[in-house]
């Protein structure tokens, strides 16, 4: 979980993970971003968050968590969205933003 507020659409953290086909995953989040990462049911895969200043990934603000993830049905969810979860005032940009993080999770598939 991210603590800390920040600008929308800002990069808050970087990932880095070693999944266990052997391939790498390197990835720019953005405050507000919401991201799934495939990783099936029970594999394991290795993962590096660095949060930007002011922001807190469980390690302390600023400061690499180094964890080893577990898979689930739905793979990993990167979300950055930030805590306290702020929604948007404005009507229209609210529902475009949890518009957004449905997609991002697929939770209504088409």
């Not at 880095?16 to 720019?28: N, T, V």
């Not at 919401?34 to 390690?59: C, H, N, T, W, Y």
Request: charge should be negative.
């Amino acid at each position: 979980m991210l603590v800390g507020i920040g600008t929308e659409s800002k990069n808050c953290i970087s990932i880095e993970a070693s999944m266990p086909d052997g391939s790498r995953i390197e990835e720019d989040i953005k405050f507000g971003q919401m991201l799934v990462i495939p990783l099936p049911d029970g594999e394991r895969a290795e993962f590096s968050i660095q949060p930007k200043s002011g922001f807190d990934v469980g390690e302390g603000r600023g400061k690499r968590a180094q964890v080893e993830v577990t898979g689930g049905i739905v793979g990993i969810i990167i979300d950055a969205r930030g805590r306290p979860l702020q929604l948007p005032q404005d009507t229209d940009h609210r529902v475009r933003r949890l518009q957004e993080w449905s997609a991002a999770l697929n939770t209504y598939p088409g």
